[in-house]
């Protein structure tokens, strides 16, 4: 069994969605340099709306990111979207008691 799988699982390649990605763009100080002023701008818009669940969440993504890659553009990157698509579904969600308003 656990031999049959091994060989059903050479025969799936899974994209990396990195290798796309142009190498020196990976490795830009300007990249880097916008991505830390762009998650910095989040953070404090963030918490000056009182936000904190999302600045929470930009923080915890970046971290558990970090794990995986130890490239800080990807991290900063995935942090930033992750965030971004998390506050776009649940503003876009039902808002409460918003029924019965006159």
């Known amino acids: 069994m656990v031999k049959t799988m091994k060989n059903f699982m ?23 340099y916008a991505l830390c002023i762009i998650a910095l701008v989040n953070i404090v ?15 915890i993504i970046g971290f558990l990111v970090s794990f995986f890659s130890k490239n800080m ?20 969600s039902f808002s409460e008691g918003a029924r019965n308003m006159k």
Do not use: E, Q
């Not at 050479?10 to 880097?32: A, D, F």
């Not at 818009?45 to 009182?50: D, E, F, M, Q």
């Open 73 to 92: 553009i990807i991290i900063l990157a995935v942090s930033i979207l992750a965030t971004y698509a998390l506050n776009f579904v649940s503003s876009s």
């Open 10 to 32: 050479k025969g799936i390649k899974i994209p990396n969605v990195v290798s796309y990605l142009p190498k020196s763009l990976l490795h830009n100080r300007w990249v880097l």
């Open 45 to 59: 818009i963030y918490a000056n709306v009182k936000d904190f669940n999302s600045v929470a969440t930009l923080l």
